[in-house]
């Protein structure tokens, strides 16, 4: 490209890191323009001020869209492709070329603080879904920025945890997702994650960014890293990362500078990825400048539909639901009037008109029951249980608090607050159609399940969500949602319970392929509710499987008695014998709209991969295959089977525990699947690196004790809520940042980074003398 070779070095390297948080560097002399890009994934999140990193309040007011937890239960890509479409058209009235979006990580465990933000914990359905919504985006000439690339399914210690994972694993689950929207989607851009993979930081890594990512499959964007995630730039330029945001790192460019000067590292490496960021800048232009408006009204109306066809009902004992209008209701819960609908971090939008319950209905009676922190209220609580008693039925309101959910902390367990517990507990002892609208962005435990009739799960549900769910409540829109990942009846009941997140910085993925679903079935252990469920007003019955050659054909029919969408899903089963194989692999799904008593015929083609497995290249393994097909994973009615001549495959080369995997993986089991050790590096005074966190370090530094205790203190004088999930967020990304990430933040020209190392090393004379080479 002509004008990046306008540039001297020094420029073409000042545009790989940007210029504030949110652009790239422009250099008007060589016609380079700058790209602006925001966050997210459920709406456009473009801070006002734009050197802010994040104000909750400040934010351009735009449509708040369900949120992934919820969408992905609609299991309807052609849904998610018009809410790309929409967050795109909102993005470029906007004036932002990239959307830092869609996330699709998976869920490993139910606790993570971002699973909200994330689709499923199947790479089939998580990367189908972000493909669609990618194109979606595409479509209106704003980029789509796929992220966190990869294995970043924990908020605990995620600046600087090392996700160490087999092979296998990585391939089949936590890759495969990203293959597949890499792949169909097509995005502009992806964001490398902050974690490290097997030892390298995902910003360094050759063979995530440029072996698999662009020679194996073809993706030809802009990579950029998540918000400081950037390790070295010198090997990121060598990795193939492209971008370094946010701004703030003159000190990297430098260095950067005098590698090329050294011969360390290739001036067209520089180049490359100069050209990589205009072409997306170039691109992203017509929108920046055109800024074609959008039609707000139709979005709000898509949020609604987006909702009205994601939730999920959960139970309906004697077709409680839909209520009739003539029925006396009774609404109770805190979130009747303040809807848990988002969640916190960076995906949190400032929404264009935000409808409650209680204001869309304010002729049906209303009681409050428990604080809306879920804190038990005696008070409250006998008004309510007086009020139940009386009620038709009674509906709950209720869920998860904020401050339990968000980008940069992990849940503490899967507990709702007791308040809510004690709540539904009561009003189901003195009325027993008791109906639970339940508002989470993860699974929770729920010892309630059997005491009430009706559980609607509901999500995080965007800014309409009050009317979606009303909707649905009374018949006016028919449940089609189907759960994208397993609801365990308690946390422990989860194979990584044990060992996920708290107290383990790094992140060892021992169960290896046995994720949600595929743990449950192999192991046999019973869930409350199994992946790929959801109940309807109306029922489907499956007939004429037929399969010949690579085609699966059968039909569905409508037969209760409401229109309604059903959620085909095929699943494939391994070859019998002992292997390490899930039972039930979901390859292919298609919604359809049935108009009741009408039948569809759906058809999909099976290709070799799925069948396959990892082992050094894709096989597939010889073998008679099951073909089960049905309208969840507990609720398969068709199967068949399909005879492959593949390889010859020992699928039960692996310890014990991975062939009947009942409990937990022992951490020699997991090493003995790694073929290494893996033991967890813990750093100490004097060796402390940039790398390390002030949590980390003020184990054994006062220097770092001292430190943090200032920096927390000085963060609570300047916030009015020191409760709230921002501030908690806050708090851990720069208490739990490396030194590394900070400096990119702070810059080292603010502050001597180095110095404060060797303090904490407890290197004093060192660190003076840093500092007087500083000033
Ligand atoms: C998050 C990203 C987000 C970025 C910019 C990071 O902390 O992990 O998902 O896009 O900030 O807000």
């Known amino acids: 490209m002509e004008r990046i070779k306008k540039l001297t070095l020094e420029e073409q390297i000042a545009l790989g890191s940007g210029a504030d948080a949110w652009h790239t560097k422009a250099f008007p002399a060589a016609e380079i323009p700058a790209l602006q890009m925001n966050d997210g994934p459920h709406g456009l999140r473009k801070l006002v001020d734009d050197t802010e990193l994040a104000n909750n309040n400040k934010s351009v007011p735009a449509t708040c869209f369900p949120t992934a937890v919820l969408s992905a239960c609609s299991w309807d890509p052609a849904l998610l492709e018009e809410l790309g479409r929409a967050i795109g058209e909102e993005a470029a009235a906007n004036g932002v070329g990239l959307l830092l979006g869609p996330g699709v990580n998976i869920k490993r465990n139910p606790l993570c603080g971002r699973n909200f933000e994330y689709f499923s914990e199947d790479p089939a359905l998580a990367g189908k879904l972000a493909a669609a919504f990618i194109r979606g985006v595409e479509s209106t000439g704003v980029g789509a920025c796929l992220k966190h690339f990869a294995c970043n399914s924990q908020e605990y210690k995620r600046f600087n945890s090392d996700s160490v994972i087999d092979e296998r694993t990585l391939r089949e689950i936590y890759l495969s997702a990203f293959e597949t929207a890499v792949k169909e989607g097509r995005p502009s851009a992806i964001m490398c994650a902050y974690n490290k993979l097997n030892g ?23 990579v950029v890293t998540d918000w400081g995630a950037m390790n070295d730039r010198v090997l990121g330029y060598q990795a193939g990362c492209d971008l370094n945001m946010p701004g703030g790192s003159a000190y990297q460019e430098k260095e950067t500078a005098e590698a090329v000067k050294e011969g360390r590292l290739e001036k067209s490496l520089v180049e490359r990825s100069a050209e990589r960021i205009l072409r997306l800048a170039d691109r992203a232009q017509a929108v920046q400048k055109g800024r074609p408006p959008y039609d707000a009204q139709a979005h709000h109306a898509l949020a609604r539909r987006i909702a009205a066809e994601s939730a999920v009902l959960l139970k309906n004992k004697d077709s409680i639901l839909p209520i009739s209008e003539k029925t006396d209701v009774l609404f109770i819960g805190p979130m009747a009037e303040q809807l848990r609908f988002q969640g916190g971090g960076s995906s949190h939008i400032n929404p264009l008109s935000l409808s409650q319950i209680r204001g869309l209905r304010p002729d049906i009676p209303f009681v409050q029951g428990c604080p809306l922190d879920g804190s038990s209220d005696k008070k409250l ?130 169960e290896g392929i046995y994720v949600g679903y595929r743990y449950y079935e192999k192991s046999g252990r019973e869930v409350r509710y199994p992946f790929g469920y959801g109940l309807s007003y109306t029922t489907f019955a499956y007939s004429n499987l037929k399969i010949a050659a690579d085609m699966v054909t059968c039909r569905v029919k409508n037969t209760g008695k409401a229109d309604g969408a059903e959620t085909v899903q095929l699943y494939v089963s391994p070859p019998e014998g002992r292997s390490y194989r899930a039972p039930f692999e979901l390859k292919r799904f298609q919604k359809v709209f049935l108009k009741r008593g009408e039948s569809k015929e759906v058809c999909f083609r099976l290709d070799d991969r799925c069948f396959a497995v990892w082992d050094g290249a894709w096989i597939v393994p010889e073998g008679r295959y099951g073909v089960h097909i049905g309208g969840g994973l507990k609720d398969l009615s068709l199967h068949g089977c399909v005879e492959k001549n593949g390889v010859k495959w020992k699928g039960d080369s692996v310890p014990a525990w991975y062939l009947d995997p009942k409990g937990a993986p022992t951490h020699t089991a997991f090493e003995h699947l790694l073929g290494r050790p893996a033991a967890e590096i813990r750093a100490r005074k004097g060796s402390y690196t940039m790398d390390n966190t002030l949590t980390e370090m003020k184990e054994d530094s006062l220097t770092a004790k001292l430190l943090s205790l200032l920096i927390a ?45 060797a303090f904490i090393n407890g290197h004093g004379i060192e660190a003076l003398k840093l500092l007087s080479k500083q000033s």
């Open 381 to 510: 609580l006998q008004e309510a249980k007086k009020a139940a008693k009386k009620a038709g039925i009674p509906i709950l309101f209720l869920g998860l608090p904020d401050i339990v959910e968000s980008e940069g902390f992990d849940r503490e367990s899967m507990k709702m607050p007791v308040g809510y517990v004690e709540l539904i507990d009561a009003v189901a002892e003195v009325n027993p159609h008791t109906v639970v609208v339940l508002c989470c962005g993860s699974p929770v435990e729920m010892p309630w399940a059997d005491k009430v009739k009706t559980i609607l799960f509901a999500g995080l549900s965007g800014e309409a969500g009050a009317e979606a769910i009303l909707d649905l409540l009374f018949g006016k829109a028919n449940p089609c949602g189907k759960l994208a990942e397993s609801w365990p009846l308690r946390y422990e009941d989860c194979v990584s319970s044990g060992y996920y997140a708290a107290g383990h910085k790094d992140a060892h993925y021992r």
């Open 200 to 222: 390298e930081h995902c910003s360094d890594s050759k063979k995530l960014l440029t072996d698999i990512l662009r020679e194996e499959w073809g993706f030809d964007g802009m």
């Open 713 to 757: 203190r000085g963060m609570r004088k300047k916030t009015d809520d020191g409760d709230s999930p921002e501030f908690q967020m806050a708090l851990n990304s720069t208490l739990d940042a490396p030194l590394r990430s900070l400096q990119i933040f702070i810059g080292r020209e603010n502050m001597s980074f180095d110095a404060l190392l």
